[in-house]
């Protein structure tokens, strides 16, 4: 039965070739701007190098301070002083790593410019974090109570800065003026990956804080780690706790709000949330109806050429419909036709996808920013595909079925 | 005629509501790109108001707490003043706030005049900013030491802010309510573009810094003949004076290129969407029309029988194609015409009039072109053929 449809559906595609152009340019395209914008999307969301158990993280990367008396208020990352002396000491927690956001240094080789984004970081953050260490390894705990000038190096600065050399571990790179030893080379992390991007790592003792400082705005964050997923609610539960047992200097605030968030609501809440809704859900509800609007017009598009082209067959379905086929029937036969030609367009759709994903890694438009259809991508495409076939499929389907056996077959 | 193409249309609503709704989307979708397109192409247009080639940008940040002495931040900022003027490339520094040209950084402050408020960008800047930036005065001329010891701080405001405060006279010796007390204009600035080629003119006020405040950046010109190593020698001047300070020095020209991508990039992922939309949305068109002549043969027949030219049976299809969009710009100009009556997203109306007209002309121009080659295949229909078929 399967196989009949299939034979009839590839022997219409080809009655009318530029009908059959059409609908697959439409489809094919429109499921490539979506697989390549799922590809990205991917990319910044999911866990990856070298953030690679994003499933059993909490973020902690803002600390707002309001005074509603003095109209007050300030928004910003935490300190390390606050950090350190409550968030450290959590009990949920697994492993709670520290470290800055990156900053911009500059060198110079040569009169050549090269600019350096520093983080600095305490030793938990290489537990947490699974970065491939192409030499050398990580500093330690006595070297950052030491504060001693060692530096985790990327990939791409060892390229900048030494050249070709194969080994660069114990030797000394200079930026800010200032001499660090090389103590190991990470593989470059994208500057998409704000959490874990940096150039040149360092201890955070060397970081340029006061120490006597005791503020609780700053400019580092944590990343919590714990045993499993389960365990997240219990980590931003004792989170929540701590903030509300903060002690309150009223003279200047009265009230103090952060949140230990997941990896994308860390960031939606930060752009579009607010301390009690995470806007997670609203940034979802917002890509839904955008792409619901894009996928719109093609599907209005695919509808229009097949009634047309559904009523161009009126004698065939007439034919068939005297001989006995229910209404149903051939309902289902046209739209599992449908089908087939949105999935025939969709594997177009992935060819074209993987030809542009190859002309953009190897564009280097965005420095180690790699993109990938994975197998979560393919699903989605898939899912895209089925119901743009069903949602152009039914309405011709339900039009064809209407269609009085005697008018259609009078036509010819 | 024209009744009676409304009328065959009519009669046919239902048919067509589909093909309708398909320009309606359409409609919108090239409404909303021309928009983008009016509103940066016009901004575009304005002239920069300074310059930013052979300029330097240098920031640099140091340990909070530490050097929170004001004589000293006055000491240390003339002698790193003194160093840097004394390098031959350079031309002439200005301590300069945060959002300085071309930087993520804004600041926005009130300001009112006689009971009107209205927001401002607000820019601390020194007596040298104009002479660094080659900004150009529209009247009166930039603070100086002097008005520093009236009774009034003096202030620049650029053209906008004037426009709105003191449309047909002239702001030089005007007083305005301005954050910690009342200050006297001095003069009054071309508007900078300072966001970029595509942002749009907003009003803005310049403040005189104090001689004790701290600066955290530094905008350097200097000679275009200068030779590759002065960057780092300016680095070495500076780190120089500004001990364990981290110091970052950008070129103005290159920051400008990366603002304005951070516009052009959507701006061309929008266009290749909408580009492909619309190829879509045209091949659709053209592949119904067709399909419809080929159905209406009998009739067309009919007319060519009865006495129709051949160009008259094309005008016909190509009219009747134009009816039929023009059902749906009615309906899609209602939908559009609510963003400036109800004056969403802040933009001035006149872009959104432009891009309504841009649309409907786009739309008309596509539907015709879709609608030709149809329109000829029914000419070329021979009415003996075609009724001797049915």
């Not at chain 1, 340019?25 to 990856?48: E, N, P, R």
């Not at chain 2, 006149?350 to 007209?357: D, H, R, S, T």
């Amino acid at each position: 039965m399967l196989k009949n449809y299939f034979k009839i559906a590839i022997a219409v595609l080809k009655r009318r070739k530029f009908f059959t152009f059409i609908s697959l340019f439409g489809i094919s395209f429109s499921l490539t701007i979506i697989m390549v914008l799922t590809a990205f999307s991917d990319h910044l969301v999911d866990s990856s190098y070298p953030d690679a158990h994003r499933s059993r993280n909490l973020y902690i990367s803002m600390m707002r301070l309001t005074g509603e008396k003095h109209g007050f208020s300030q928004n910003g990352p935490p300190s390390f002083y606050f950090l350190d002396h409550y968030v450290k000491k959590m009990k949920t927690p697994e492993k709670v790593a520290i470290t800055s956001f990156h900053q911009p240094t500059n060198t110079y080789i040569n009169n050549k410019k090269l600019t350096i984004d520093q983080k600095f970081t305490d030793d938990t953050f290489w537990e947490v974090l699974d970065f491939e260490f192409l030499e050398g390894k990580p500093y330690t705990r006595q070297q950052i109570d030491n504060a001693e000038r060692v530096a985790v190096i990327s990939e791409n600065v060892r390229r900048k800065y030494f050249g070709d050399e194969p080994s660069v571990t114990g030797r000394y790179i200079e930026t800010d003026n200032i001499r660090y030893r090389v103590s190991g080379v990470v593989k470059s992390v994208p500057i998409t990956q704000f959490a874990t991007y940096g150039d040149m790592y360092l201890p955070h003792t060397l970081g340029k804080r006061d120490p006597q400082d005791k503020g609780l705005n700053g400019d580092y964050f944590a990343i919590l780690q714990g045993k499993d997923a389960s365990s997240l609610p219990a980590m931003a539960a004792e989170y929540d706790d701590i903030i509300r047992r903060l002690p309150i200097d009223t003279s200047r605030y009265d009230k103090i709000s952060s949140r230990a968030d997941k990896y994308v609501a860390s960031y939606t809440r930060l752009f579009i949330g607010n301390q009690d809704d995470s806007g997670l859900n609203r940034l979802l509800l917002y890509v839904g109806l955008v792409l619901l609007f894009f996928l719109l017009l093609p599907t209005l598009n695919l509808v229009n050429i097949n009634t047309s082209r559904i009523m161009e067959r009126s004698s065939e379905i007439a034919v068939r419909k005297a001989f006995g086929a229910s209404s149903g029937t051939l309902a289902l036969q046209f739209i599992v036709e449908n089908l087939i030609l949105t999935v025939i367009g969709g594997l177009i759709g992935v060819v074209l996808s993987f030809i542009v994903l190859a002309i953009w890694n190897n564009s280097g438009a965005l420095e180690d920013v790699y993109l990938y259809l994975n197998y979560k991508v393919l699903i989605i495409s898939l899912l895209v595909c089925l119901v743009f076939g069903l949602m152009s499929g039914v309405y011709p389907a339900w039009r064809m079925s209407r269609l009085h056996v005697v008018t259609a077959l009078k036509t010819y | 005629m024209l009744k009676h193409l409304f009328t065959l249309i009519w009669n046919k609503k239902k048919q067509h509501a589909l093909l309708i709704l398909e320009m309606i989307v359409s409609f919108l979708v090239l409404f909303a790109v021309f928009t983008l397109i009016v509103y940066y192409y016009t901004n575009y247009r304005r002239p920069m108001g300074f310059r930013y080639d052979n300029v330097l940008s240098v920031s640099y940040s140091s340990q909070p707490g530490s050097g929170s002495n004001r004589d000293s931040i006055y000491n240390v900022f003339q002698t790193l003043r003194r160093s840097v003027k004394s390098m031959p490339e350079v031309i002439e520094m200005s301590y300069v706030s945060s959002n300085s040209p071309f930087s993520m950084n804004t600041s926005n402050n009130g300001v009112s005049y006689k009971g009107v408020s209205e927001m401002t960008n607000y820019y601390t800047t020194d007596d040298h900013f104009p002479e660094v930036m080659e900004v150009k005065m529209v009247e009166g001329r930039w603070f100086n030491a002097n008005d520093a010891l009236g009774k009034e701080q003096p202030l620049v405001i650029n053209d906008v802010l004037k426009e709105k405060f003191f449309p047909n006279e002239s702001a030089v010796g005007k007083t305005l309510e301005f954050g910690d007390g009342m200050h006297r204009i001095t003069g009054v600035v071309q508007t900078l573009k300072d966001k970029g080629d595509y942002a749009p003119l907003k009003p803005g006020t310049y403040k005189r810094v104090r001689d004790s405040s701290f600066m955290g950046r530094v905008l350097v010109s200097y000679n275009p003949a200068a030779d590759a190593g002065f960057e780092s020698r300016l680095f070495i001047t500076f780190s120089g004076v500004l001990k364990n300070y981290t110091i970052e020095i950008e070129r103005l020209a290159e920051k400008r290129v990366i603002m304005n991508n951070t516009t052009l990039v959507p701006m061309i992922a929008l266009l290749v969407v909408g580009g492909f939309l619309i190829v879509n949305v045209a091949l659709g068109i053209f592949g119904v029309l067709w399909y419809n002549v080929s159905r209406r043969r009998a009739e067309i027949g009919l007319r060519r029988a009865m006495g129709a030219t051949g160009g008259g049976i094309a005008g016909q299809i190509v009219s009747e194609t134009l009816v039929l969009s023009t059902f749906a710009l009615i309906i899609g100009i209602f939908f559009a015409a609510q963003f400036p009556l109800l004056n969403l997203f802040d933009m001035p109306s006149g872009v959104y009039i432009a891009a309504i007209l841009l649309s409907v002309l786009f739309i008309y121009v596509l539907v015709i072109i879709c609608a030709f080659y149809p329109g000829r295949q029914a000419a070329q229909i021979y009415p003996a053929v075609a009724l001797h078929e049915d």
